[in-house]
């Protein structure tokens, strides 16, 4: 846990953090704000596969502030007819963290 927050505070501050402990703290993050209720690393529930979307915006320049505005804002058509709702509980910070570790997914 200490490592995690670690991790999360780390990322915040725009310093750069290991891969490993991006790793944890994305996955511990993504479980703590119940993204994993639709989601899932490699098979799509509700929403998409994370490796689904980490493949689908490889490359692209501002796939992280896009992706951070849907977290937070919610969004719908990108994957289907079902919409995502607006995530209030997630912070930005936290929707950054959330994000860089879903694009790092393969």
């Known amino acids: 846990m200490k490592r995690t927050l670690l991790a999360i505070a780390t990322v915040a501050a725009g310093f750069a953090v290991?891969?490993?402990a991006m790793a944890d703290a994305g996955l511990d993050l993504a479980k703590s704000k119940n993204c994993m209720a639709c989601h899932s690393v490699a098979t799509k529930i509700v929403g998409p596969a994370y490796k689904d979307v980490a493949a689908k915006y490889a490359g692209q320049k501002d796939a992280e502030a896009k992706l951070?505005?849907?977290v937070l804002a919610g969004g719908s058509g990108t994957w289907g007819a079902i919409p995502m709702p607006a995530n209030t509980?997630?912070?930005e910070a936290e929707a950054?963290?959330?994000v860089k570790w879903v694009l790092s997914q393969k």
């Open 68 to 70: 951070v505005k849907k």
């Open 96 to 98: 950054r963290t959330l």
């Open 18 to 20: 290991s891969a490993p």
């Open 89 to 91: 509980q997630v912070s």
